[in-house]
């Protein structure tokens, strides 16, 4: 198994940018620790680490949009990885974007320039 150095960081976390293996978009940026990584290595799909829940996630467990691992890169300190994925479902953003980057500034505001997938209500509840 390939090692990540997972130490650099305090909370043993390493960036992991996901991006689409076919069109190179960059679908989102997420954290890793060892746990998270060797789960992706095992299912084929990306798994990451929630710090605002503090638990491994499977990317799509709620809303169906998961993410099918095509291909791994790792940065030349073995601390940061791209997922080159098959993006299943159409969106990587849990507000229902293809991509979280769905903003673009123009000027001093943001522009919305995707359009949304699915309505984050429908499939995660009302979080109010």
């Known amino acids: 198994m390939v ?3 997972f130490t650099k960081s305090p909370d043993g ?6 991006q689409d293996y076919q069109s190179g978009a960059v679908l989102m940026l997420a954290y890793v620790n060892e746990a998270a990584w060797k789960k992706t290595l095992e299912t ?4 990451y680490w ?14 169906g ?11 030349c300190d073995a601390d940061c990885i791209v997922y080159k994925v098959d993006q299943l479902g159409g969106a990587a953003c849990h507000k229902g974007y ?4 769905f ?4 000027g001093d505001r943001l522009e919305i320039i995707e359009t949304q997938v699915f309505d984050p209500a429908e ?4 979080k109010e």
């Open 44 to 47: 084929g799909s990306a798994h």
């Open 123 to 126: 499939v995660y509840g009302s």
């Open 98 to 101: 293809p991509t979280c980057f």
């Open 65 to 75: 949009n998961v993410q099918k691992i095509k291909e791994i890169l790792v940065d």
């Open 3 to 5: 090692t990540l150095d």
């Open 50 to 63: 929630s710090r605002s829940r503090s638990q491994i996630w499977l990317k799509g467990e709620s809303s």
């Open 103 to 106: 903003r673009k500034l123009e």
């Open 13 to 18: 976390l390493i960036p992991a940018i996901a």
